[in-house]
């Protein structure tokens, strides 16, 4: 019997620990080479700079070359940057980007996408847990060769989506979470010409995601009042969710962003996860705009992205997918489509937040290993329970995290902070007995 070694947004856990130890590793190159490529073909291969990204990224080009794939190392580049590469790179058949993403040091995970740079269905990420999973014979080798000139191409990428865009004496602070875009954010946004203050850019491969970016813009905050910015941007790991800060010092999140990308674009149907809040759905009905909501995971808003063929999704969490310009969510993207709608509106990031009346919100995570749990009666009697001790329009919603060993208990309600809490208690203790 196989076991579901995907989550929200691929293959997740401890580094060393299988399936991302040596041996599984080998088994997913083997596995993404017989599920998109034949011998000769290539795949591109580019990772985070987390300590343990080298190792993985050497055993899944092992697996690779023994089945005959000639294999194009990219080196330290962005989710969404490698998915543009496999996109637009030499015919690649696929991309892999080895990253656990918002995650700690001691984290990392496989991400693959199609020829088209696209995330991969559920059905074939079925497929492809199956494969991992078996006995794949080796075929012939292939050849493994390094090309981190392909990042550049990515930068002018983002660039022409802005084209024109002169953000001349205008200051930003950006937080690069010591992961994959300290590097290119930067060149990025000197490109801008505006005067940038660039914050944990500086990847050891243990300080990724460490009291700084997406995950905690505390310090991204402060250095936005005290040196005065016009915006503060915010990136996770592997750059593929942004956060904000506007010029007050005030976290804006992705809710504000799809907001304000709809109505700059022209958008009249938005597709975003459970997670999002009431306020901004209410927001954006004020608007004439329609929201669609689907499961947790930027996977599942692209594939109604594709479904209905719409251009704007994303989650609650920086997840920002422009499906017509990259059909992945990239956290550097939305930042410079949301500069480029601020400068064409004339508002700042703080005014175009006023139109959005956020509904208090809080989550509290409670350990579990077992997630089935979740599905005994007692646990939904529980749940059922809950909602109604909500006060009206209150909102609660309970559910197993894909990618760490918790369930996330979110509220929605004027005094959400301690009714999470008081609900996480709860949780705690029925799940103890």
């Not at 794949?136 to 390094?146: A, F, H, M, R």
């Not at 705009?289 to 999704?313: A, M, P, Q, S, Y």
């Not at 489509?337 to 064409?344: G, I, N, V, Y």
């Not at 209150?394 to 609900?423: H, K, Q, Y």
Request: glycine share 10%; aromatic share 6%; charged share 25%.
């Amino acid at each position: 019997m196989t076991k579901n070694l995907f989550g929200t947004d691929g293959v997740r856990g401890l580094a060393n620990e299988y399936p991302l130890d040596t041996e599984g590793a080998i088994h997913i190159g083997k596995a993404v080479a017989l599920q998109f490529a034949g011998v000769g073909d290539h795949i591109a291969i580019g990772y985070d700079p987390r300590e343990s990204s080298k190792v993985i990224v050497a055993s899944i080009c092992k697996g690779l070359v023994e089945m005959g794939i000639n294999v194009i190392e990219l080196g330290v580049i962005t989710t969404p940057g490698l998915a543009y590469t496999t996109r637009e790179g030499k015919n690649f058949k696929a991309g892999i980007m080895v990253t656990a993403s918002h995650n700690p040091y001691q984290y990392n995970g496989v991400k693959v996408f199609d020829a088209n740079g696209d995330k991969l269905s559920s059905q074939i990420e079925s497929r492809l847990n199956e494969l991992i999973q078996s006995n794949i014979e080796s075929l012939q080798t292939g050849s493994l060769d390094k090309d981190n000139s392909l990042v550049s191409d990515y930068i002018n990428f983002l660039l022409g989506s802005v084209r024109g865009l002169d953000l001349s004496g205008k200051k930003i602070a950006i937080d690069c979470a010591n992961g994959s875009a300290s590097d290119i954010a930067e060149k990025v946004f000197k490109s801008l010409k505006v005067d940038v203050i660039v914050l944990s850019n500086k990847p050891d491969g243990r300080n990724i995601n460490q009291n700084c970016g997406a995950t905690d813009t505390s310090e991204l905050q402060k250095i936005v009042v005290e040196q005065q910015c016009f915006i503060g941007i915010a990136f996770d790991g592997d750059a593929d969710r942004v956060i904000m800060v506007d010029n007050l010092g005030r976290e804006v999140k992705g809710d504000y962003i799809l907001y304000i990308l709809a109505l700059a674009n022209g958008i009249k149907d938005v597709v975003a996860t459970v997670m999002s809040n009431i306020g901004f759905e209410k927001a954006l009905q004020n608007k004439g705009i329609n929201l669609i909501r689907t499961d947790v995971g930027d996977h599942f808003v692209i594939e109604k992205l594709k479904e209905d063929g719409l251009k704007l999704g994303g989650e609650a969490s920086g997840h920002i997918v422009l499906f017509d310009i990259l059909a992945t969510g990239d956290g550097i993207l939305a930042a410079v489509q949301t500069l480029k709608a601020l400068s064409e509106s004339g508002k700042t990031l703080a005014e175009w937040c006023q139109e959005v009346r956020l509904v208090p919100q809080a989550i509290e995570n409670v350990e579990l290993i077992d997630k089935t749990i979740l599905e005994r009666a007692e646990i939904k009697n529980w749940i059922e329970s809950k909602k109604l001790q909500l006060p009206v329009n209150g909102r609660i919603l309970i559910r197993p995290s894909g990618t760490e060993p918790v369930v996330r208990i979110m509220v929605e309600a004027e005094n959400a902070e301690t009714l999470a809490r008081d609900f996480a208690n709860e949780l705690k203790e029925l799940l103890e007995a």
